[in-house]
């Protein structure tokens, strides 16, 4: 998903492991990896430094985007947060965001608020990916800039490209999003009205909706 650039920005780059690849492997000209906090960032540089890289790898210090100019880098990438978290760094830089041209993601969790942002905010998804490790399953967005997508709910969730094209692992992604639902309309009781009752029934309807979707992808 990541094209050769003059530069990239690593946002929440830890041990800057995905710097160190792009300019290892040409894919990246110049890199600023951006951590949070004094302490990670210092390991950051460390590791660096051990590759000789310090003249093409920039560690800056800072909140999400505003460690940026607008302009300066050509890829984003966001990695290893939540997708709640990486939609409000999003919201905060949307300018420098705009500026980058592609935006690389993997939320760890609430995807589904990653991608709302995107579509609600001038940004189209143009590839997405799943990535199995262990026990764990990752999903992987590409986006650029251009029309608004008015995504469905399962969309949100599951992905517009993956669901469209289709995956290997999506049956997986969609039984583990089915079993979140699951174990929400267990918590809700029965005799529960109003807003509550209102849930249960649309948590049910998704459910029927995500098994729909995995007959036909079996048949």
């Not at 939609?87 to 830089?93: C, K, P, R, V």
Request: charged letters at 25%.
């Amino acid at each position: 998903m990541m094209p050769a650039a003059k530069c990239v920005a690593d946002i929440g780059t830890d041990h800057a492991l995905l710097p160190l690849y792009l300019v290892d492997r040409g894919i990246a000209g110049r890199v600023i990896a951006v951590e949070k906090k004094a302490g990670p960032a210092a390991a950051a540089r460390r590791a660096v430094a051990a590759a000789g890289l310090d003249d093409r790898i920039e560690v800056r210090v800072g909140d999400g985007l505003a460690t940026l100019s607008a302009g300066e880098a050509q890829v984003i990438v966001i990695a290893g947060l939540g997708g709640e978290n990486m939609a409000a760094i999003l919201e905060a830089g949307a300018a420098v965001a705009r500026d980058a041209g592609r935006l690389v993601l993997q939320p760890m969790n609430r995807a589904a608020f990653t991608r709302r942002w995107l579509a609600g905010n001038g940004w189209r998804i143009d590839a997405e990916a799943l990535v199995a490790e262990r026990k764990r399953l990752y999903q992987v967005i590409a986006a650029v800039p251009g029309e608004g997508q008015g995504l469905s709910w399962l969309e949100e969730e599951a992905g517009p490209v993956l669901l469209s094209r289709g995956h290997p692992l999506l049956g997986r992604l969609l039984e583990s999003i089915a079993a979140r639902y699951r174990g929400e309309l267990e918590g809700i009781s029965y005799s529960a009205r109003g807003a509550t009752a209102a849930r249960r029934e649309e948590l049910a309807e998704r459910l029927a909706e995500i098994r729909r979707v995995i007959t036909r992808r079996l048949h």
